[in-house]
T-cell receptor, first 115, second 113 residues
Framework: EAGVAQSPRYKIIEKRQSVAFWCNPISGHATLYWYQQILGQGPKLLIQ????????DSQLPKDRFSAERLKGVDSTLKIQPAKLEDSAVYLC?????????????FGPGTRLTVL | DQQVKQNSPSLSVQEGRISILNCDYTNSMFDYFLWYKKYPAEGPTFLISISSIKDKNEDGRFTVFLNKSAKHLSLHIVPSQPGDSAVYFC????????????FGQGTRLTINP
């Protein structure tokens, strides 16, 4: 079974530029998550989808971050414009259903460096 | 406001001995707890979990202990193996709908031969 796919793996941009990340979850997984992991910290949940609907985006900086999962499968996370403090690894995860006991499977992440 | 804390950034253990990783939480609403393991350049991988109705859960060499009164959980690895060298994250969730994980900062475990 293929795991969670993410691209690109690495991205370097200048501040105030835009960037987009792509995630393809495990086939059949209904729930998709985007996390931000700053160096030395644990992952922080940004947004959570159930199928193509947003369940929780309370920690998403909506003035610059946006995310969509239009067909309930793959998802994109966009930052526009980027700031220096957005340098982090962006992790995508998926789980089969929408229960607290459903294991989250993580992709390898996209490492973003903002100069 | 760090709701889940791992106060030891690193831990070094000899191969074959017990590794004990600790985690504290402040939010009494948390009732589902997990440990994840992370290798460099990979995403975190689920290791073991425990519900608040239990105080111990065991899976092979891995055992998680939960002390609700102290708001403390620990992960025991016995015996420790070189492949266990990784960063370990504890995480907590409220038992409402999907997991909404709050992670600790992580502890880097190094197993020495």
């Amino acid at each position: 079974e293929a795991g969670v796919a993410q691209s690109p793996r690495y991205k370097i941009i200048e501040k105030r530029q835009s960037v987009a990340f792509w995630c393809n979850p495990i086939s059949g997984h209904a729930t998709l998550y985007w996390y931000q992991q700053i160096l030395g910290q644990g992952p922080k949940l940004l947004i959570q989808f159930q199928n193509n609907g947003v369940v929780d985006d309370s920690q998403l900086p909506k003035d610059r971050f946006s995310a969509e999962r239009l067909k309930g499968v793959d998802s994109t996370l966009k930052i526009q414009p980027a700031k220096l403090e957005d340098s982090a690894v962006y992790l995508c995860a998926s789980s089969l259903y929408f229960r607290v006991t459903d294991t989250q499977y993580f992709g390898p992440g996209t490492r973003l460096t903002v100069l | 406001d760090q709701q889940v804390k791992q106060n030891s950034p690193s831990l070094s253990v000899q191969e074959g001995r017990i590794s004990i990783l600790n985690c504290d939480y402040t939010n009494s609403m948390f009732d589902y707890f997990l440990w994840y393991k992370k290798y460099p350049a990979e995403g975190p991988t689920f290791l073991i979990s425990i519900s608040s109705i239990k105080d111990k859960n065991e899976d092979g060499r891995f055992t998680v202990f939960l002390n609700k009164s102290a708001k403390h959980l620990s992960l025991h690895i016995v015996p420790s193996q070189p492949g266990d060298s990784a960063v370990y994250f504890c995480a907590a969730s409220v038992n409402q709908g999907a997991q909404k994980l709050v992670f600790g900062q992580g502890t880097r475990l190094t197993i020495n031969p």
